[in-house]
């Protein structure tokens, strides 16, 4: 696989190219896991064109529910009690699910971009914010698979790497963030971070009452 590109934010005159391949992705995943804050200097001076960014957001977004109802097909969230499914019932759909999982990446990318300028100065451009959210969506990939596949041989080992992952992954948005956005200080992330995901959460809270209401009958896209 390699990527290209050689539009004007790539820095990159019309007969350059920059290339990304599969090991370079496959390296820089580790060292995102290993050091965050390296990690968001090579990835941010990729300088990645807007639109490549925007295909790529929509193909994690396909990528991440398929995994995601592969999961919950395999081992469904019932209540034992009731017998329900412990899931909203737009969720139980993959293409609503992958609808309002892009929905909800759009809104992000573009809070994050315009909040962030408020909070605390920063000079983050929008592919600067787009490239972190898409490649938060790759390493949300690559745990899912993770887990997915853990899952089946030792289910336990598969909830903890799940839980830590995501707590991990909560730092490594906020070191990226704080590298997108020039911060001096990785508190102002997390404050950017916490005042997205409650505006997130009320629209998507809106959005899954009103679908919930169509779905209530079971029908399923």
Known sequence: MVLAGSDARCGLGPGDHMTLTANDIQALIIETIRSPATAAQKLLSLRLPV?????????????????YS?????????????????????????????????????????????????IGGGRG???????????MQLLRLVLQIAVLVLGLVLPVLG????????????????VLLKAA??????????ILMLAVFLTVVVGLALILAILSGLFIGGTTL
């Open 125 to 135: 451009e929008l592919g600067d914010i787009l490239t972190v959210i898409t490649w």
């Open 51 to 67: 639109n490549f960014l925007w295909m790529a957001l929509v193909l994690m977004s396909v990528l991440n529910s398929i995994v």
């Open 181 to 190: 956005h020039r911060y001096t200080s990785l508190s102002q992330a997390f």
């Open 159 to 174: 909830g903890l790497l799940a839980l830590i992952g995501s707590f991990y992954g909560l730092y490594v948005l906020g």
């Open 70 to 118: 592969l999961a919950i097909g395999i081992n469904p969230p019932v209540d034992p009690q009731s017998g329900m499914m412990m899931v909203p019932a737009a969720f139980q759909s993959p293409l609503l699910f992958t609808l309002i999982l892009f929905a909800a990446l759009i809104v992000s990318v573009f809070a994050l971009h315009r909040m962030g300028q408020a």
